[in-house]
């Protein structure tokens, strides 16, 4: 069963410092990573996609992609409150056929 | 206009009873999904469908069926309900390739009495 493993947290962080979200992946083959962002009671919505190893940056939002260590992490500078959520990681299987979720971290930012 | 809409928002129900969900999507995707999120809030993925091809995840029981009537739509049936299918059940668009973006609807929050 290939999985996508995050730290549920919660991670908490005061206003204006750097949040980092680490995920990691065993299928090997995966080749397509995204970062979901999910508000208590609301559905998922794309924070940022990654698929070159390196750093990706939107914004506030870098995400990080190491292939060689199955490593995808998601750094939000200047963390707001409103950043406070559940961040999901998820990776497209080798086959392409389906979407595995992480079960997400949990991001707290205190003003 | 909402670009992924599922009805009903909340469904409670009895054990034993069928029920559908209904999903419909305005933004002219080929492909549509269905999620469900249990109470661990573990997002896992149950169909994936486009007017082409039905990808079942092989660990969803055979009570669950997605019928589509159009591209535009894509419906989950689920016979004979269970206390475990209690969960929050996500509909989803994209374009091909699960490499593309998807877009969720708002979920439906399904108890099971």
């Known amino acids: 069963q290939k999985e996508v493993e995050q730290n549920s947290g919660p991670l908490s962080v005061p206003e204006g410092a750097i949040a980092s979200l680490n995920c990691t992946y065993s299928?090997?083959?995966?080749?397509?990573f995204f970062w979901y962002r999910q508000y208590s009671g609301k559905s998922p919505e794309l924070i940022m996609f990654?698929?070159?190893?390196g750093d990706k940056e939107d914004g506030r939002f870098t995400a990080q992609l190491n292939k060689a260590s199955q490593y995808v992490s998601l750094l939000i500078r200047d963390s707001q409150p409103s950043d406070s959520a559940t961040y999901l990681c998820?990776?497209?299987?080798?086959?392409?056929?389906?979407?595995?979720f992480g079960k997400g971290t949990t991001l707290s930012v205190s003003s | 206009d909402t670009a992924v809409s599922q009805t009903p928002k909340y469904l409670v129900t009895q054990m034993g009873n069928d029920k559908s969900i209904k999903c419909e999507q305005n933004?002219?995707?080929?492909?549509m999904y269905w999620y469900k999120q249990d109470s661990k809030k573990f997002l896992k993925i149950m169909f994936s469908?486009?007017?082409?091809?039905?990808?079942i995840n092989e660990t969803v029981p055979n009570r669950f069926s997605p019928k589509s009537p159009d591209k535009a739509h894509l419906n989950l049936h689920i016979n004979s309900l269970e206390l475990g299918d209690s969960a929050v059940y996500f509909c989803?668009?994209?374009?091909?390739?699960?490499?593309?973006?998807?877009?969720f609807g708002p979920g439906t929050r399904l108890l099971v009495l």
């Open positions: 989803a668009s994209s374009r091909p390739g699960l490499g593309e973006t998807q877009y």
């Open positions: 299928d090997r083959g995966s080749q397509s």
């Open positions: 998820a990776a497209v299987n080798q086959a392409g056929t389906a979407l595995i």
């Open positions: 933004l002219g995707h080929d492909t």
């Open positions: 469908y486009n007017n082409k091809e039905l990808i």
């Open positions: 990654i698929y070159s190893n």
